[in-house]
């Protein structure tokens, strides 16, 4: 029985895409797993891409395509990436779970497992608090939330700076966005993807 599972995200510069290609890659190792990779629509101009150097980073992952707010009843468990913005989501996730009005009114999510993960510029810019807030959506419509449970002992690792938390994936982008997400990062995010395919695998079973 197929368990579908959509990664949703939206990046800037590049640093959610490759975290969002991790959480992808590990839902594919649950068996019977369908993983579709999706992004949101962009809501900043050309020029302000152009000036800010985002334009050239986005273009790395332009191939993927948009999602809509109707697919989301298709899925079995949605995992959604947003990079912080000032502790909360991005103004372009915003908007698109904004267009999801008709889905909450049919009660179409309910039930759905749904998980975040996120990046930030800094090591206290928001991880948690971006994450969590998030969750309030997500409950609105009656949608599961799967986070990182500290099984994923890369969570405790104290060797090195690293994102990662209890509430989902997580990546340090360094306030000039140099940083690019590091292995326990990713590693993580893989956890992630894997954890909520085979919650949500067990659930489609039942």
Request: overall charge neutral.
């Amino acid at each position: 029985m197929t368990t579908r599972i959509q990664v949703i995200f939206y990046s800037m510069y590049g640093h959610v895409h490759q975290l969002a290609e991790a959480v992808a890659a590990g839902a594919r190792e649950v068996a019977d797993s369908e993983v579709g990779l999706y992004q949101v629509a962009e809501l900043v101009p050309p020029e302000a891409l152009e000036r800010s150097g985002a334009k050239a980073a986005r273009g790395k992952f332009a191939h993927i395509p948009v999602a809509t707010p109707e697919q989301l009843a298709q899925a079995d468990a949605v995992i959604f990436g947003t990079p912080t913005r000032f502790g909360n989501m991005c103004a372009q996730m915003r908007n698109f779970l904004d267009q999801t009005g008709q889905l909450w009114m049919k009660g179409a999510l309910v039930g759905k497992l749904g998980s975040v993960f996120t990046s930030t510029a800094t090591q206290h810019g928001g991880q948690e608090t971006t994450i969590t807030s998030f969750h309030t959506t997500l409950l609105h419509h009656g949608m599961l939330i799967v986070g990182v449970p500290y099984s994923e002992a890369r969570l405790m690792n104290m060797d090195e700076i690293s994102g990662g938390t209890p509430y989902g994936a997580s990546t340090l982008a360094a306030p000039d966005g140099s940083r690019s997400p590091s292995e326990n990062e990713l590693a993580i995010a893989r956890f992630q993807g894997r954890h909520v395919a085979q919650i949500a695998a067990r659930l489609r079973a039942n």
